[in-house]
């Protein structure tokens, strides 16, 4: 599998990061992090061996990954990419069956394990029932699933995926994660998926790389990742934190004022968002608050107010901060 | 067997049936009509002298395996220049090929008229090399020209530069003209107005190779072209070399159309059109099989229109290109109002 050494990554002399050493094992599933810029497509482009890095190298089986003959490389690395190709009148069968060509002789003729690998590999995302569809009449995820497949079907050790879910919506998002996270499992293949879904990466990534910007490149286990504090060097901004406790991003600023929250369970927790979002901290204790909200069968209590729904409470708690400030 | 190899099949036998009907109807039809059985008569006595033989063998037959050929490469040529260029409204013609074969063949041509006195050879017989290098060379400059430019530009404005080049081409050729004789310019009038008709047997000793050259390199690209259906990044990820392949396209492209333009002039719409219909009618867009349905089809279009222009007419004013522009010009119409990446402008 990959060992990298020393590598250095970039275009022409301009280096964006630099990996010291690292190892990618058999089924482990890989999420690639950072900001635009900071070299996660040059990352995929090097360890594919499409673009040379600066120095260091790539070793694929214990040989320079650009060493590999073309077409055994491509028995070796597939990769699924963000752009979404006219294609005209492929089937989806045919798409998938273009990832046997590094098997095939020079005609491209299909043998039937070949046709058994793409069937498999269709399976492998959910997507049986597309065999017959036209490339072109798919959705973008049900598209990007059959694009998997068409790796898959290359059989190959190593998938590098650069931001297929960027034009997804939030279940295909999902759905997609889970399924790389349950192939790299069951197949053995390790999977390398760079990503902008922070949350999602974070909770489904065996490990995370990050480039954080400056040259550095951080690599473990999603919560070495985030106890570390690279994932706030690498994202924060002026009034946008990621927190360690939520494990999501915050709004940073002065709070305007301590609330204390009388209410249980889920509502609670609603609750606390919504007087978060407002810039309000929760506080536990209901002496020392400058606002206290109530809860019961009538809707929400505010300084003897009640309110039928939470948006109503947040319009009054705006009235309140403006008026204070 | 699966659907798509059954389907392949049938439109396969079903094309070729075709075309021997169009090709026997070529052969029968004319100033002077024919039977089939005079046709097969014909045939079958090759240099006996007879009227018919003579008509048959000499005068239609040439022009009727010309229009064969020179349709199907012109398709083969289409095809491979949609693919290359990703762009479903490539081919030879549309993106100035052709017109830059033609002004080489100009070139060629008034160059022989001022240089040698062996000109009136070139002019009459059109069997000269020296018009098929010229052709090959002026279509290898503008297909080096365009595929340089097709990674800067987007699909419409790359089709409005093969336009532009071709308006440059014909005005350059105006010009070289006006400076050599009226009788030249005659002749190169009638060989721009794009005709099988003038296609001889001895032409096919130098139009033969090129194309079944071209025709193998097509077939050999086949896998590695299919692959580039899905953009440059993909076919190299899955093993092909993609500057490689690029100039192998290349250069097959200009196998097959240049000497097709050198000997029957800019025949236009058919490598446009001629691959839509294959992949409409067989439903696939994999390369392998697209290549003898396009073959097939380009030369049924090409033998089609050239028996329209054919027909016993009493008067000669129907031009090759007037017929193929009826066909082509809706067609292409009606591709650019359904293509998303067309209809957008720039894609």
Known sequence: ?325 | MSAGLIRSAVVGLALTALLLVVMLASLMIGQVMLSAGDVVAGLGSIGSGSMVSRIVVDLRLPRVLAAVIGGAALGLAGLLMQTLFRNPLADAWSLGLMAGGQFGAALVIVAGAIVGPGFLMVLTGFAGLGVVAGSVLGTLGVALAMSAMARRVGTVTLLVLGLMLGFLAQGLISVLLHFTNRSQGRIFAAWNDATFANVVWGDFVTLAPLLALGLLGSVVLAKPLTALLLGDVYAESLGVNVPRLRRLVLGATILLAAPVTAFCGPVAFVGLIVPHLARGLLGSARIGALIPATALIGAVLALAADLVVHLPWEQHFLHLNAILALIGAPLVILLLLRSRSLRGGEG
């Not at chain 1, 594919?48 to 694929?60: K, M, Q, T, W, Y």
């Not at chain 1, 190593?158 to 034009?167: G, N, R, S």
């Not at chain 1, 997804?168 to 990503?195: F, K, N, Y």
């Not at chain 1, 007087?275 to 019961?296: P, Y």
């Open chain 1, 1 to 325: 599998m990959y060992a990298i050494d020393a590598l250095q990554i970039g275009y022409g002399r301009r280096v964006l990061s630099t990996l010291d050493q690292v190892t990618v094992e058999p089924g482990e599933f890989i999420c690639l992090l950072g900001r635009n810029g900071q070299g996660k497509s040059t990352l995929l482009r090097t360890l594919a061996g499409f673009i040379p890095a600066i120095s260091g190298e790539v070793r694929l089986d214990d040989r320079p990954v650009r060493a590999w003959p073309a077409a055994e490389r491509a028995r070796k690395v597939a990769v699924v990419l963000t752009d979404r190709p006219q294609v005209g009148a492929l089937r989806v069968r045919e798409l998938v069956e273009m990832g046997r060509q590094p098997y095939t002789g020079w005609t491209g003729a299909l043998s039937d394990e070949d046709r058994a690998i793409s069937t498999e590999a269709l399976e492998q995302v959910e997507g049986d029932h597309l065999r017959d569809r036209f490339v072109d009449s798919l959705s973008d995820g049900e598209r990007q699933r059959v694009m998997i497949a068409r790796a898959l079907a290359q059989r190959p050790q190593v998938m590098l995926l650069d931001e297929i879910t960027a034009f997804l919506d939030l279940p295909s998002r999902v759905t997609i994660t889970a399924t790389l996270r349950r192939i790299a499992h069951e197949t053995g293949v390790s999977i390398i998926l760079s990503s902008h879904d922070l949350e999602l990466s974070l909770n489904a990534a065996d490990r995370i790389w990050l480039l954080p910007g400056g040259g550095r490149f951080i690599d473990g286990a999603p919560e070495d990742v985030a106890l570390s504090g690279a994932i706030g060097d690498a994202f924060n901004q002026a009034n946008l934190v990621f927190s360690l406790q939520s494990g999501r991003f915050e709004k940073r600023g002065e709070a305007r004022g301590a609330v204390f929250i009388d209410a249980v369970d889920t509502t609670a927790f609603w609750l606390q968002r919504a007087v978060e979002r407002m810039g309000f901290a929760a506080s536990n204790d209901a002496e020392g608050a400058d606002l206290v909200i109530g809860h019961s069968a009538q809707g929400y209590s505010l300084e003897g107010e009640t309110y039928p729904s939470v948006q109503r409470l947040s319009r009054a708690m705006g009235c309140k901060t403006a008026r204070e400030a």
